[in-house]
């Protein structure tokens, strides 16, 4: 999974800094995934100075705080939950209101997740992942919903 690179390239601006971390997170059914961040610093409410650059102290400690913060929200979940955090940008909020303690930030986001290693398949676990079917299911009802509806009414019936 990565950003894209329009949206990638939007973020950056003239007088910012860029900071950008990556950690490794073992998932709770054996997977190691390799998670890049990557925020911005922004200007202060009320800043006069047109530069927003953060020092070495400051980004240093942004990139711990980030790691940190990926490490706790990640580790030990299964990935199927982090998938979904990925996908709803709730980490990216979680992210972006911790650092916003340090430095104000802007543009906060999950660059890249790499899977570095993945555990053998398990038939069983295998099959009991595609048991759940839900959302299987509701795609086959909605089907059979709209052919019962659909009526051809160009064809005349004598």
């Given at each position: 999974m990565t950003l894209v690179r329009d949206r990638l390239m939007n973020m950056f601006k003239k007088g910012i800094t860029l900071i950008e971390a990556c950690t490794e997170i073992k998932t709770a059914d054996n997977v190691v995934l390799r998670v890049f961040a990557m925020g911005f610093t922004c200007k202060a409410f009320n800043q006069i100075n047109k530069n927003a650059k953060a020092g070495a102290g400051k980004r240093k400690e942004i990139r711990a705080r980030m790691i940190s913060e990926l490490q706790n929200?990640?580790?030990?979940?299964?990935?199927?939950?982090?998938?979904?955090?990925?996908?709803?940008?709730?980490?990216?909020k979680d992210l972006m209101n911790e650092l916003k303690k340090i430095r104000p930030m802007a543009n906060v986001t999950i660059r890249k997740v790499k899977v570095i290693r993945r555990p053998k398949v398990d038939l069983k676990e295998l099959m009991a992942l595609y048991s759940q079917k839900s959302g299987v299911e509701k795609s086959k009802n909605l089907e059979k919903k709209e052919t019962t509806e659909a009526?051809?009414?160009?064809?005349?019936?004598?």
């Open positions: 929200k990640c580790s030990g979940k299964k990935l199927s939950e982090i998938v979904s955090l990925l996908k709803s940008n709730a980490l990216d009526k051809n009414l160009l064809t005349k019936t004598d």
